[in-house]
Nanobody, 125 residues
C-alpha cells in the first residue's frame, strides 16, 4: 500500500509564506510525476504546480514567480514553497503522485495515481 501525507498548511497573513510537504511511503518502486492541486470551497480542484521525475517543473499562471515546487527523491518527498500568498489562495492543498509499485516476488508492475488527504491553507486579509 502507498500513502501520501501532506503537512505544512496553516493560517498566514496576506503576503506571508508557507512551505508544504508531501511524503510518500509504502511499497514504492518508483515515483514519477508529482503535483500539487488545491480546491477552494465551491470551486473545482485546480493544478498549482507539478514536477517530473527528472525535475522539470510547471506552474499555474497564478503562482509563477511566487511558488516553487521541488522534490527529494531520496526521501520520497515533494515540497511547495509558497510566497506572497493572497486571500484567494485559501484552499485545501492536495498532493498527487503517479507511483509505480511492484507485486512482491514478481515482475508485475502497476502505475497508479495517489492522492493525499489534503492540508488546509488559509490566507487572511
Amino acid at each position: 500500500q502507498v500513502q501520501l501525507v501532506e503537512s505544512g498548511g496553516g493560517l498566514v497573513r496576506t503576503g506571508g509564506s508557507l512551505r508544504l510537504s508531501c511524503a510518500a511511503s509504502g511499497n514504492i518502486f518508483r515515483i514519477d510525476a508529482i503535483a500539487w492541486y488545491r480546491q477552494a470551497p465551491g470551486k473545482q480542484r485546480e493544478l498549482v504546480a507539478g514536477i517530473t521525475s527528472v525535475g522539470n517543473t510547471n506552474y499555474a499562471d497564478s503562482g509563477k514567480g511566487r511558488f516553487t515546487i521541488s522534490r527529494d527523491n531520496a526521501k520520497n518527498t515533494v515540497y511547495l514553497q509558497m510566497n506572497s500568498l493572497k486571500p484567494e489562495e485559501t484552499a485545501v492543498y492536495y498532493c498527487n503522485a503517479r507511483i509505480m509499485t511492484r507485486r512482491s516476488g514478481t515482475f508485475s508492475f502497476t502505475e497508479t495515481d495517489y492522492w493525499g488527504q489534503g492540508t488546509q491553507v488559509t490566507v487572511s486579509s
